[in-house]
């Protein structure tokens, strides 16, 4: 959840910003409404990481490719517009865009067997990677839900 004073502060949302989108404190929002209101998506990833006290990276800092195509879980991938980015040891580090995504977590953590840490990357790099892995089809199953983070 981001708090809308930490919004503001970080410079993420504007007074017409906040009005062009109807909300009010406590209205719950998804990543994608807050890009889509133009709020700088390097600069929400960055937030969301240190709201969360989780490193922020670029997916090309990882061997993303290898990972996935090992784990073989493309339906995961896909249905959380997540990125397994590299297992080390018992570890799997995630790519997510949205921290809050706790049925990722809980779905990879049951799948693989492996302990889960995320690392936040921004929506663009994270559409450009599942793009690169998967093509054009990186849509989300109709069954997934938004996530929504509340401000």
Same mark, same amino acid.
């Given at each position: 959840?981001?708090?809308? @004073?930490?919004?503001?502060?970080?410079? $993420?949302?504007?007074?017409?910003?906040?009005?062009?989108?109807?909300?009010?404190?406590?209205?719950? %929002?998804? /990543?994608?409404?807050?890009?889509?209101?133009? /709020?700088?998506?390097?600069?929400?990833?960055?937030?969301?990481?240190?709201?969360?006290?989780?490193?922020?990276?670029?997916?090309?800092?990882?061997?993303?490719?290898?990972?996935?195509?090992? %784990?073989?879980?493309?339906? $995961?991938?896909?249905? *959380?517009?997540? %990125?397994?980015?590299?297992?080390?040891?018992?570890? $799997?580090?995630?790519? /997510?865009?949205?921290?809050? #995504?706790?049925? @990722?977590?809980?779905?990879?953590?049951?799948?693989?067997?492996?302990? /889960?840490? %995320?690392?936040? $990357?921004?929506?663009?790099?994270?559409?450009? @990677?599942?793009? *690169?892995?998967?093509?054009? #089809?990186?849509?989300?199953? @109709?069954?997934?839900?938004?996530?929504?983070?509340?401000?």
């Amino acid at each position: 959840m981001i708090p809308t @004073a930490q919004l503001y502060q970080a410079g $993420l949302l504007t007074d017409a910003q906040r009005d062009a989108l109807g909300i009010g404190d406590g209205t719950p %929002l998804s /990543v994608s409404r807050l890009l889509d209101a133009g /709020v700088d998506p390097t600069a929400l990833a960055h937030t969301l990481a240190t709201l969360h006290h989780l490193p922020f990276a670029e997916s090309h800092q990882y061997p993303f490719k290898d990972t996935c195509y090992a %784990l073989d879980r493309r339906d $995961l991938i896909q249905r *959380h517009q997540v %990125l397994p980015l590299a297992q080390q040891s018992k570890e $799997l580090l995630l790519g /997510v865009s949205d921290p809050d #995504n706790a049925e @990722a977590v809980a779905d990879f953590r049951f799948s693989t067997g492996l302990n /889960v840490r %995320l690392v936040v $990357l921004s929506q663009p790099d994270l559409d450009a @990677a599942l793009r *690169h892995l998967y093509g054009a #089809n990186i849509e989300a199953p @109709a069954m997934a839900s938004p996530s929504v983070i509340r401000i």
